[in-house]
């Protein structure tokens, strides 16, 4: 006992008698005391769509021989990650609008160390799927469009719409609701219209078109009306 781990020792051995001690045996091979590292430190989470970068420090003793591997584990989910020598790995496979935590632990030949205080925790979260169902009905000069919210919020909740008249690019937009009405029409001018949903984390694609609608109002008064009698 009382060694240094991490230091290299050789071993040799002397016979005693009653008439005293005799010579040194020749040495041991030498060896390495060691002992599982310390937990790694500072561990950092940074969430993208569906998965999270994490970082971390080494241990503050790696026990008195070379970490082999790193290795993430995410709470929930257990979702991991490995690295052989890097400091940083992306966990992949999370659920967009959970909250996770994540954990490293260091490992060696022999062992591995207790697992790292936590992350800050993250929630990952992707943007929208396309808005679906879009119904226009027209007016004069203008048109009122109509839609089902996306089948995917990203995990995160929506935070605006908008709808955009082809051609032309007349657009109208809301923050919540379902339906807008689309103005500075051409009259006599055929429009469909597509919608995208935003939420903190980006735009979506843009919906499938809506229903081709004909701008139109009442006609004007005719002129030049002469009579004979």
Do not use: M
Request: glycine residues 12%.
């Amino acid at each position: 006992g009382g060694l240094t781990n991490g230091t290299s020792y050789t071993f040799d051995v002397v016979g005693s008698n009653g008439v005293g001690a005799g010579p040194a045996s020749i040495p041991s091979r030498p060896v390495t005391p060691f002992t599982n590292p310390q937990p790694p430190s500072g561990v950092s989470a940074s969430a993208g769509p569906g998965q999270a970068a994490i970082s971390w420090s080494p241990p503050s003793d790696d026990g008195g021989s070379a970490i082999k591997s790193y290795e993430v584990l995410s709470h929930p989910g257990g979702k991991t990650c490995s690295t052989t020598t890097a400091l940083a790995c992306p966990v992949k496979g999370l659920r967009n609008g959970t909250s996770y935590t994540f954990v490293v632990t260091a490992r060696k030949v022999a062992g591995a160390s207790a697992q790292s205080a936590p992350s800050n925790p993250v929630t990952p979260v992707a943007p929208p799927g396309a808005p679906t169902e879009v119904i226009a009905a027209a007016f004069s000069a203008q048109a009122e469009v109509s839609w089902r919210a996306p089948a995917s919020s990203g995990g995160a909740r929506i935070t605006s719409y908008l709808a955009t008249s082809n051609p032309g690019s007349k657009t109208c937009s809301t923050t919540g609701a379902t339906k807008c009405r689309v103005t500075g029409l051409r009259n006599g001018t055929t429009y469909t219209f597509v919608v995208s949903a935003s939420n903190i984390a980006g735009t979506s694609t843009e919906s499938a078109p809506s229903n081709a609608v004909l701008a139109s109002g009442k006609p004007s008064a005719p002129t030049g009306v002469t009579a004979k009698g």
